[in-house]
């Protein structure tokens, strides 16, 4: 489903949204200037005060809701003390590799502002955009802020004209194109660009990928019983906050609020699902190595590879429907549920492309230095286990009596 957005647009231009669930699309002819202004389709907000909100469970405790103070009590890894000190050779390769990658954004008919930057200083201690230097509402109302071209959004359409002519008969084509889902397509394609490395064109987009996809369905050993085992340690904080903090006529409600079967029930159901997804992930991979057959060695294709590839796609896709993948940059923003999803939309020389503003609320937000800005994952829809398997956090906008129930992440969606 393309949602259509429903607020001010003096200038008649029609945008489409993205969010990061596959559904039907159709088609669009909006407009916007040579730097991918999405800025006319909303009306002007002043600079909002820094943000102290959490967007995800498990990061900063900043908040007051029971739910999430929980959540963050139980999972004590903040940007603060969970990240890794990076040397300052690390922190240099990872500055080479940012600018890389917006200079080939850019020499692609892409636009990147100057003032924003990729950096791990965000809310949540999540790789992030961040504004370097204030970006006020005239700026705003003059161009977008990200715009990736068409061209570089590595979605299924892109995995089919990349990968079918490698493969060595009409069968396997026809299989990729028609037995594949839009998810493996992609998968396949990143992993094979992966295996190319410096031959690859997208070598600038996969080397800004993080090493470890954030799912919770590839963890093993002792990071996987650490993460269960914090599950039941947050079902019983959270049991025992509700409780202290609800008069005597909600104590029956508190009680219903309580993971089946207490901290071992949360802690089952949670290993349950993970194995779930971690076989279903799993058979996807092995069916793509079925298809591409005995081209998969020439492919430089495996099971690990695929993998690492489906964990990147199912947490970083982003699209339309019919086209679904990979926006080098876009997907490094982080989620708030007050933003908006990228938007789709042809540029003044009839160039599809896709373009992020700083919008909270509908209207336009001008970012002070070291704010964030954001796009909302479209998460709404989603139950916290869902959200959890597939970006490995829980938006604090998920309902909060199944958050309660111990859904925290065990690691950060995008780790610096």
Known sequence: ???????????????????????????????????????????????????????????????????????????????????????????????????????????????????????????????????????????????????????????????EAAICPQLGSGTRQDAFREQLGQLQQVACCLAVERAKGSESFWLPYVRTLPDTPPNPWLLTGAELAEVLERTAEVAAAGSKQVEAESTTAEAAEAEAMRWPGGPVGCRTKWAAAVEAARRRYGAMAAEVLEVVGADSRQLRLDQEGLMWALGQVVSRSLGSGRSAGLLPLIDMTNHDSAARPPLMMLDDRDRLVYAVTSIRGGELAPLEPGQELFISYQAEDMSPLQAWLKWGFVPHTLPSNEAARGWVPGRRRDPA
């Open 1 to 159: 489903m393309i949602i259509i957005l429903q607020i001010p647009n003096p200038s008649g231009l029609a945008r489409h949204s993205l969010g990061q669930a596959d559904a039907e699309g159709r088609k669009v002819r909006p407009r916007i200037s040579s730097q991918g202004s999405a800025a006319s389709a909303v009306a002007p907000r002043p600079p909002p005060v820094p943000s102290t909100r959490r967007n995800c469970f498990g990061h900063r405790t900043t908040t007051t809701t029971t739910t999430i103070v929980v959540a963050a009590a139980a999972a004590p890894e903040t940007s603060e003390t969970a990240s890794p000190v990076r040397g300052t050779c690390d922190a240099a390769a990872e500055d080479v590799r940012q600018d890389a990658l917006r200079r080939w954004i850019e020499d692609h008919g892409g636009f990147v502002h100057e003032n924003i930057s990729v950096t791990s200083a965000t809310q949540c201690g999540s790789r992030g955009l961040v504004a370097n230097a204030a970006i006020g509402l005239d700026q705003l109302e003059a161009s977008s802020l990200v715009v990736v071209p068409r061209a570089l959004h590595m979605d299924n359409w892109a995995a």
